[in-house]
T-cell receptor, first 112, second 111 residues
Framework: DTAVSQTPKYLVTQMGNDKSIKCEQN?????MYWYKQDSKKFLKIMFS???????INETVPNRFSPKSPDKAHLNLHINSLELGDSAVYFC???????????FGQGTRLTVV | TQLLEQSPQFLSIQEGENLTVYCNSS?????LQWYRQEPGEGPVLLVT?????EVKKLKRLTFQFGDARKDSSLHITAAQPGDTGLYLC???????????FGKGTKLSVIP
């Protein structure tokens, strides 16, 4: 019974394409996140949603657009993919701001 | 921006040895979490510390939160190959939804 699941696990695509990554959590949490982990393993927050509302939007190109249709889902759409977008993207959820974050398995995005 | 510095960045030790990983900041955090990440997986929470000076133990792992809530350490006793992984500390500021992660310590325990 997966708590935070994201799809796909691997994504290889050409520059200029548009792609989406989906995330779902079945923990009943009210806060969801997208993180980017670069090749040096540094985890950096991109977006945070609380009860479907955007509360954190770090300095991320506007080619990245998160969408939260409901509390259990937070999808990430990326337009006009660039080589520098290659990374592992993690979805996570938590209950409130102080509680532990539960991470998905990650989506390894490779832009060629 | 709150920054967390982790040291060392890489650590390779023999099975049975002890080790300590440090997480330091000039900022005060309301809570600090430690995660372990294995290849191809997402980070998994090990512990959360919230009180200055707090010490928590998880089997052979001992976590300490600094008195001023600006730093933390993770001590592993008698390391085993199963401890191998990337250890990440993450701090939450007061009233913030944002977790700030350190850059991690990659631990390899050689049998």
């Amino acid at each position: 019974d997966t708590a935070v699941s994201q799809t796909p696990k691997y994504l290889v695509t050409q520059m200029g394409n548009d792609k989406s990554i989906k995330c779902e959590q079945n923990l009943g949490h009210d806060t969801m996140y997208w993180y980017k982990q670069d090749s040096k393993k540094f985890l950096k927050i991109m977006f945070s949603y609380n009860n479907k509302e955007l509360i954190i939007n770090e300095t991320v190109p506007n080619r990245f657009s998160p969408k939260s249709p409901d509390k259990a889902h937070l999808n990430l759409h990326i337009n006009s993919l660039e080589l520098g977008d290659s990374a592992v993207y993690f979805c996570a959820s938590s209950q409130g701001w102080r509680s532990e974050a539960f991470f998905g398995q990650g989506t390894r995005l490779t832009v060629v | 921006t709150q920054l967390l510095e982790q040291s060392p960045q890489f650590l390779s030790i023999q099975e049975g040895e002890n080790l300590t990983v440090y997480c330091n900041s000039s900022s005060v955090f309301s809570s600090l979490q430690w995660y372990r990440q294995e290849p191809g997986e997402g980070p998994v929470l090990l512990v959360t510390v919230v009180t200055g000076g707090e010490v928590k133990k998880l089997k052979r792992l001992t976590f300490q939160f600094g008195d001023a809530r600006k730093d933390s350490s993770l001590h592993i006793t008698a390391a085993q190959p199963g401890d191998t992984g990337l250890y990440l500390c993450a701090g939450a500021g007061a009233g913030s939804y944002q977790l700030t992660f350190g850059k991690g310590t990659k631990l390899s325990v050689i049998p």
